[in-house]
């Protein structure tokens, strides 16, 4: 099954590392990973996706905790939470193309952010399936450039991940 | 202020080996006279030395090393540290920060080639942060589940002409680490009634009970509800050898007992153990039929292989404390009737040629084993025992009677070659009067031997027992019993003669060929007891190490020697 772990580490040289260190050398998966520091500049929130068996994923966590750098951990996918990714899509766009994409972006709450003759640069936030989702109904024939940010993610309610 | 810091730590001895990147701190040790520091011959020798003090004391050893190929030697041994979970500080010398990154002599990337054998590292950015940086070093090293390490330290941060303020600091805080100071009570509990409800208990202990301080209660708690105790190869000495509820080691090379009753047992109590491949043999055939209690410090190391049923995450000490505690409250004992019939089934299955029956053969070639229970003798199971790795290590581990705690030291995880003399000069050097016993074979001991120099330099008089086969015996005992009988590349030719290269090294060297020999001649050497004695002894080639569990079988399946099995 799919996990979103996401984890307090110190915003520190050498730390990722240390992280991705980790999935290599235990033969675990990474399936996107995203990092940036917070509002606490001695902090980074890192998120990641990884795929595994329970008992898999409790060694996963298990061992994210052992990491000195690592100051809290939090896998979302364990209680309600809200998932995004952010992708950026270049698609041919000419001729009767040109309507039909800025309507599908419509669909898809997406924006379209660049624009030459031929082609439109389209934004999309969503969850992962959203986004697969729109690169299916455009056609991968008129993607000329995909790039996505990877899933970040935060728990819904009251629950907060903070030191 | 690196000198300085390790003075106030405490620190009587550092291991190393000096460069140019270490210059400056080599100078302040220079005028340093509370610190002693050892100059080994090669930095591999530098961490076992300390790994050895630091199996021998629970204390962190510290080495130093410069950059480079002084870092890269020490790699083997840090890895050696880390998979047994031995608390180590390497201190490594860098270039100039202004210089790192730029393939500058000598350099590294130290922190980025150790970083999956360690506990942890730091690069110093500042002279200023070093006490405290290092302070940081040896409370992560021997706090929690302990291991290795590495300060990488560029060498502007220890330029001389740079003065900053000194405070030793007492106390640090992480915020993102606190190891368990306690177990989960309910848990203890829980395990506690588990154990009194067992028929068929049996007590599974590991290198934790050792590090972790916890044979006293570990052995308290055994005597207490009269439980059958096996230990890991890591284990030795967390229960008394000698004692009648010690079952000996368990595992591929474990007793035929140990084995059994780990089988057929209802509630398995496993303590600072961590199911390792080599001690549980196929793990989906692993104990049908036992409940797992499962006590460590390391949240990662439950679960990991095999389930556990009740797992307590604390400190091995405090957890078996508590959990004697809640016992005499309780006050109950475990079904005597259960209990007796359990330890009849454990003494047929012990029979009355003991935990290790051997073929002695009629004497005409000393066998390996009887070299091993020679030495408990003469030494009165008392000495510290560093081993090597391979069929001598075994049967040490098999045949040597370790009463007490930390007096076995031996590379289990990683399986080290060449950590067995180091090892020994570790402990020798900070028990200058007790026994150490370096168990080797000549394929093991070539891979350090060039330390016979230190220890001369420093007058280690440990002593070598060479179990001296003509080929590497494990290798070949797989190649006998896997390949047919090939023995590919495990045959050493042209081998030194030992004794000259003792002789040549300072050292008093000694060839027992003779069985009549071997007891009166180790006498003589442990009796010179300022001398290295090199003792090298022609051991019977063709034995084998039994039992030996055959792979991907449960605890039970076992050869049992060349042509029996269970």
């Known amino acids: ?163 | 202020m690196v000198v300085r810091f390790l003075r106030d730590e405490g620190v009587k001895y550092i291991y190393g080996y000096p460069g140019g990147a270490l210059l400056h701190i080599y100078d302040a040790l220079f005028k340093e006279k509370a610190i002693e520091h050892i100059l080994v011959r090669h930095e591999q020798a530098a961490t076992h030395m300390a790994d050895g003090y630091a199996r021998a004391t629970g204390k962190a050893g510290v080495v130093l090393v410069t950059s480079g190929p002084g870092a890269t030697n020490a790699i083997t041994g840090i890895a050696t540290a880390y998979m047994d979970s031995i608390p180590m500080v390497v201190l490594s010398g860098q270039v100039p920060s202004t210089m790192v990154g730029t393939d500058a002599f000598q350099e590294t990337d130290m922190v980025g080639i150790s970083r999956p054998i360690v506990k942890h590292s730091f690069i110093i950015k500042h002279p200023s942060e070093i006490p405290e940086v290092l302070k940081k070093a040896f409370y992560i090293a021997e706090s929690g589940r302990p291991g290795p390490v590495v300060v990488d330290i560029p060498k502007d941060m220890t330029n001389p002409g740079d003065k900053f303020e000194y405070v030793y600091p007492k106390k640090v805080k992480l915020r993102s680490y606190g190891p368990a100071v306690r177990g989960h009570s309910g848990q203890i509990r829980k395990a506690a009634e588990m154990l009194l409800a067992a028929k068929r208990p049996i007590v599974y202990s590991g290198g934790g009970v050792i590090m972790g301080n916890a044979a006293a209660p570990l052995t308290e708690l055994a005597r207490l509800l009269n439980l059958p105790v096996t230990n890991t190869l890591m284990g030795l000495g967390g229960y008394p050898g000698s004692d009648r509820q010690f079952l000996g080691m368990l595992g591929m090379h474990g007793s035929y007992t140990a084995n059994l009753t780990m089988h057929h047992a209802d509630v398995i109590l496993a303590v600072g153990a961590r199911f390792d491949d080599r001690v549980i043999n196929g793990a989906p055939k692993f104990c049908p039929n036992a409940k797992i209690i499962h006590i460590d410090i390391d949240p990662a190391s439950i679960s990991k292989t095999i389930k556990a049923d009740v797992p307590i995450v604390g400190p091995v000490d405090s957890v078996l404390t508590e959990m004697v505690a809640i016992l005499k409250e309780i006050g109950e004992k475990p079904s005597p009737e259960a209990l007796a019939s359990w330890w009849k089934q454990i003494e047929e299955w012990r029979g009355h040629r003991g935990l290790f029956p051997y073929e002695k053969g009629d004497g005409s070639i000393i066998k390996p084993q009887t070299v091993i229970e020679t030495l408990c003798e003469v030494t009165r199971g008392d000495a510290f025992v560093s081993s090597d790795v391979g069929q001598h290590q075994m049967f040490a581990a098999q045949y040597y009677k370790f009463d007490k705690p930390n007096r076995w030291l031996n590379s289990g995880g990683l399986g080290t070659m060449g950590f067995g003399l180091p090892g020994a000069m570790g402990a020798k050097l900070n028990f200058p009067e007790a026994d150490v016993a370096c168990v080797t074979g000549e394929g093991s001991i070539q891979m350090n031997i060039q330390e016979l120099s230190t220890c001369l330099q420093y007058d280690l008089p440990v002593k070598i027992v060479n179990l001296n086969n003509g080929s590497l015996g494990m290798v070949r005992q797989w190649q006998d019993m896997v390949y047919s009988g090939r023995h590919s590349h495990s045959y050493m030719e042209s081998l030194p003669d030992f004794i000259k290269l003792a002789e040549a090294y300072g050292h008093v060297g000694m060839r027992i060929t003779e069985l009549k020999d071997l007891k009166p001649m180790m006498e003589e050497a442990f009796a010179l007891k300022d001398r290295l004695v090199f003792l090298d002894i022609q051991v019977d080639a063709t034995e084998h190490v039994y039992p030996m569990q055959i792979k991907d079988g449960s605890m039970r399946d076992m050869w049992l020697s060349k042509t029996e099995r269970t």
Request: net charge neutral; hydrophobic share 40%.
């Open chain 1, 1 to 163: 099954m799919r996990h979103i772990i996401s984890l307090l580490l110190e915003n520190e040289p050498g730390a990722l590392s240390r992280v991705v260190g980790l999935f290599s050398q235990r033969n675990y998966n990474i399936e996107s990973l995203t990092v940036a520091p917070t509002e606490d500049p001695t902090l980074s929130r890192l998120t990641l996706t990884t795929i595994g068996q329970d008992e898999v994923i409790e060694q996963i966590t298990k061992n994210l905790n052992k990491l000195i750098e690592v100051v809290k951990l939090v896998n979302l996918s364990e209680s309600a939470h809200i998932e995004r990714e952010l992708m950026l899509v270049k698609v041919k766009a000419t001729g009767a193309q040109r309507a039909e994409i800025k309507r599908t972006a419509d669909i898809f709450r997406g924006q379209i952010v660049d624009v030459t003759s031929s082609v439109y640069t389209v934004q999309l936030a969503g969850t992962s399936d959203k986004l697969d989702s729109f690169i299916q109904a455009i056609g991968t024939a008129s993607v000329l450039e995909v790039v996505r940010s990877g899933v970040t993610g935060i728990a819904r309610g009251d629950k907060t991940l903070s030191i």
